[in-house]
């Protein structure tokens, strides 16, 4: 059943150019525009019009929802709004009939996610669902679902269900583009050609190996603490590594825009910390290596993901794991991988099961 891997989660992550391709597919399959389905009551009129989008999910599903803010807001120009859906359903959030409420959840079971979307829908909001699973609860509270495809997830730690959830975050950032007329059409259809390719370059970054991470994570699978830095759509990638790695591994981390280490944690530094960064080109690659340089020199030990035939980083990091080229604004679904296997080779150095890692359960249906 784990199909020749020795765990499920690295089955999964191997599965993760299928899970990117199936959820693109035919809603990309015309010649031009996305073609999202059937959203049930949510209408192209609803969508062309909308004035705001809030995000709410839990984990992994909110980092995925960070990078649809990203492109939500640069290519379709509507405000998006984010929170924990924990913390949602308890703020008494101003929501109305004007706001599109995007619930996030793989399992579509998460006991907050289901409450904070019911309550946006209570106060006359329209809500979407985006889930891995037909049937689930949250497809019974929402509007309209776009579901992703990943096929099922059994390692507890979410790896192929988020990049699947980051593509459908991506489709609905285009969609919304396409029907408000926000980008030019040839721009348009530049980045669905390169998101089409994206399941292409995930599956030439699998197959060349993870000896590069396997090294890294021999260095520092005995560290007791790793910061995790990024910036604007690197940010939530940062997040997401962090959080893979704590969980399965057990080992404290932190994540931070980049920007806020001067801010207090750069106290946290000293000499070998590794510092994960996420660097892949994009327009405030030059303000993230300033950041580099300033942990650099206390000591840290800098381990950067970046940009393919990008050579910048050479002379900035210890450890540089390199992913295929893209348009920038997509490169959170290559740059996580190496983050996933990192956190996966660290907890197998440390003996750990990964599937099953202690205190977490798969599907979370209390509060
Ligand atoms: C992390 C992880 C969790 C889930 C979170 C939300 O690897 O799996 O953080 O992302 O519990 O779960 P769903 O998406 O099912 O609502």
């Given at each position: 059943e784990k199909g020749g891997y020795e765990t499920f989660m690295l089955k999964e992550i191997?599965?993760?150019?299928?899970?990117?391709?199936?959820?693109?597919?035919?809603?990309?399959?015309?010649?031009?525009?996305?073609?999202?389905?059937?959203?049930?009551?949510?209408?192209?009129?609803?969508?062309?019009?909308?004035?705001?989008?809030?995000?709410?999910?839990?984990?992994?599903?909110?980092?995925?929802?960070?990078?649809?803010?990203?492109?939500?807001?640069?290519?379709?120009?509507?405000?998006?709004?984010?929170?924990?859906?924990?913390?949602?359903?308890?703020?008494?959030?101003?929501?109305?009939?004007?706001?599109?409420?995007?619930?996030?959840?793989?399992?579509?079971?998460?006991a907050d996610t289901l409450a904070a979307m019911r309550l946006a829908?209570?106060?006359?909001?329209?809500?979407?669902?985006?889930?891995?699973?037909?049937?689930?609860?949250?497809?019974?509270?929402?509007?309209?679902?776009?579901?992703?495809?990943?096929?099922?997830?059994?390692?507890?730690a979410a790896t192929k269900t988020f990049v699947a959830q980051v593509a459908a975050m991506y489709l609905l950032a285009l969609r919304l583009a396409e029907l408000r007329g926000t980008l030019p059409a040839a721009r348009l259809r530049e980045l669905i050609a390169e998101l089409k390719r994206v399941p292409g370059s995930v599956a030439a970054l699998l197959e060349r190996g993870d000896d590069d991470v396997q090294a890294i994570a021999r260095r520092h699978y005995k560290a007791e603490f790793f910061l995790y830095l990024g910036r604007h759509i690197g940010l939530p990638v940062a997040l997401e590594g962090a959080l893979k790695l704590k969980e399965i591994s057990y080992i404290a981390t932190d994540a931070y825009a980049a920007g806020e280490m001067k801010h207090g944690p750069i106290a946290l530094l000293d000499d070998d910390?590794?510092?994960?960064?996420?660097?892949?080109?994009?327009?405030?690659?030059?303000?993230?290596?300033?950041?580099?340089?300033?942990?650099?020199?206390?000591?840290?030990?800098?381990?950067?993901?970046?940009?393919?035939?990008?050579?910048?980083l050479q002379e900035h990091a210890d450890e540089i794991v390199a992913v295929p080229a893209t348009d920038w604004m997509l490169a959170p679904l290559l740059a996580v991988i190496p983050l996933q296997l990192l956190a996966y080779r660290v907890a197998r150095l440390r003996g750990l099961d990964v599937d099953q890692p202690r205190n977490l359960a798969k599907t979370v249906t209390v509060e």
């Open positions: 191997h599965e993760q150019p299928q899970a990117i391709a199936e959820t693109i597919a035919d809603r990309t399959a015309r010649g031009v525009g996305v073609d999202l389905g059937d959203l049930g009551a949510i209408d192209d009129a609803f969508l062309r019009d909308v004035r705001r989008i809030v995000v709410v999910a839990c984990g992994t599903s909110y980092h995925a929802g960070l990078i649809g803010r990203y492109a939500i807001e640069r290519w379709a120009r509507v405000p998006v709004e984010m929170d924990i859906a924990s913390e949602y359903r308890y703020r008494d959030p101003v929501v109305g009939p004007y706001d599109l409420v995007v619930g996030i959840s793989q399992s579509g079971e998460t829908r209570e106060s006359g909001a329209t809500v979407l669902a985006i889930t891995n699973v037909m049937g689930s609860q949250v497809t019974r509270d929402a509007d309209g679902v776009l579901f992703t495809r990943a096929g099922l997830e059994i390692g507890v910390t590794p510092v994960v960064c996420v660097a892949t080109d994009s327009p405030v690659l030059e303000k993230l290596i300033s950041n580099i340089q300033e942990v650099r020199v206390r000591g840290a030990h800098v381990i950067a993901v970046a940009t393919a035939g990008n050579d910048e």
